[in-house]
T-cell receptor
Framework: TQLLEQSPQFLSIQEGENLTVYCNSSSVFSSLQWYRQEPGEGPVLLVTVVTGGEVKKLKRLTFQFGDARKDSSLHITAAQPGDTGLYLCAGQHLWGGTASKLTFGTGTRLQVTL | GAVVSQHPSWVICKSGTSVKIECRSLDFQATTMFWYRQFPKQSLMLMATSNEGSKATYEQGVEKDKFLINHASLTLSTLTVTSAHPEDSSFYIC?????????????FGPGTRLTVL
């Protein structure tokens, strides 16, 4: 059972447009990570958010962790073809100082065309 | 970020044979390694978690006798697909983390594409 639902599942936009990807859960996570994966490669870590309400920026990418630490969003400004890929959120619990396994979201496939 | 490698990057084998995939942490000691499976256009599915020097913990539905995992050192874990069949064809990805890392991030290898004929 997927505990993290991402929306949209697929997004095709033109270069220069803005977009937001959502990652929602009914569970509270200790931390949440965003990855980007290109075809035939492993996921690459983009960011880790750990505090409710936290906002982190990575160039044109803005990540936000929900106040209740149940959801997160990724906003891309002025998308470029190089942003094309599969975006995955992944939540993690921390119990007594021990980290759990990652629970991956359903994924959002982004295609940016010229 | 930390670097994780996998070998081979792709492999084609005949049905009934066994295939071993290696996962190495190149610049850190991986106290925990994870093995995932990914089908086309889908998210990652965790197969098993392995801690150095102990037996792997398999996810529900994953056959431990078919997918043998060995984490013999802090830099190497192996996944052996035994008696492979066409339905085992998939993209296998490992990840690793070090216990001392503040946010317990996992860093992923580049994946191994297995095709069973």
């Amino acid at each position: 059972t997927q505990l993290l639902e991402q929306s949209p599942q697929f997004l095709s936009i033109q270069e220069g447009e803005n977009l937001t990807v959502y990652c929602n859960s009914s569970s509270v996570f200790s931390s949440l990570q965003w990855y980007r994966q290109e075809p035939g490669e492993g996921p690459v870590l983009l960011v880790t958010v750990v505090t409710g309400g936290e906002v982190k920026k990575l160039k044109r990418l803005t990540f936000q962790f929900g106040d209740a630490r149940k959801d997160s969003s990724l906003h891309i400004t002025a998308a470029q073809p190089g942003d094309t890929g599969l975006y995955l959120c992944a939540g993690q619990h921390l119990w007594g100082g021990t980290a759990s396994k990652l629970t991956f979201g359903t994924g959002t496939r982004l295609q940016v065309t010229l | 970020g930390a670097v994780v490698s996998q070998h081979p990057s792709w492999v084609i084998c005949k049905s009934g044979t066994s295939v071993k995939i290696e996962c190495r942490s190149l610049d850190f000691q991986a106290t925990t390694m994870f093995w995932y499976r990914q089908f086309p256009k889908q998210s990652l599915m965790l197969m098993a978690t392995s801690n150095e020097g102990s037996k792997a913990t398999y996810e529900q539905g994953v056959e431990k006798d078919k997918f043998l995992i060995n984490h013999a050192s802090l830099t190497l874990s192996t996944l052996t697909v035994t008696s492979a069949h066409p339905e085992d064809s998939s993209f296998y990805i490992c990840s690793a983390r070090e216990a001392s890392w503040l946010y317990n991030e996992q860093f992923f290898g580049p994946g191994t594409r297995l095709t069973v004929l």
